[in-house]
């Protein structure tokens, strides 16, 4: 009897932790493709650019960089921009991105212009758009109002479960 449930125990035990394992590694395998389009203000007129489409309408880009990989394993590829809409709206555009994928993938705005540590994607200013809505695609993130666009200096794809930066983007 008691050695029936401390197998009992094991299994469910094994099974809990099978499943939070693959839970935490399987993005690491697996691919999610968005291709939002550009927003009204921005698509109008758009042609065809290097690295994607790009908005040919006489809305200037305010600040923009390219996604670069963290390290070895992290890596990360696409465009960044950021946007004004009108009525002063601001929006982060993500084109043509390809990242590694990984557990809750957060897109943030960092007054660090190259952050290699959480300390530093985190200094002052720092803002969280939200979830990475894939990490293959084109997407647009709105930037709430109270953010200082003057402070943020990059932008970058992290990982909340682990504290990890998967890419980040300079913005110029």
Excluded at 9 to 36: D, K, Q, Y
Aim: a positive charge.
């Amino acid at each position: 009897m008691k050695r029936r449930l401390v197998i009992m125990a094991a299994v469910v035990i094994l099974g809990a932790m099978g499943f939070l394992g693959w839970h935490l590694i399987s993005p690491l395998f697996l691919s999610n493709r968005v291709v939002e389009a550009l927003p009204a203000g921005l698509a109008a007129s758009s042609t065809p650019g290097a690295g994607g489409t790009q908005p040919a309408t006489g809305v200037p880009a305010i600040k923009k960089g390219n996604l670069k990989d963290a390290d070895g394993f992290h890596k990360g590829s696409g465009e960044v921009a950021v946007y004004r809409l009108s009525g002063g709206k601001l929006l982060l555009r993500l084109e043509s991105i390809n990242v590694t994928n990984g557990p809750d993938l957060h897109v943030y705005l960092s007054a660090h212009p190259n952050p290699a540590t959480s300390a530093e994607v985190h200094q002052p200013g720092y803002a969280d758009l939200g979830k990475l809505k894939a990490n293959q695609g084109s997407q647009n993130y709105d930037i709430a109002a109270g953010v200082e666009l003057s402070a943020i200096r990059s932008v970058v794809i992290y990982c909340q479960p682990f504290s990890v930066i998967f890419s980040t983007a300079t913005l110029e």
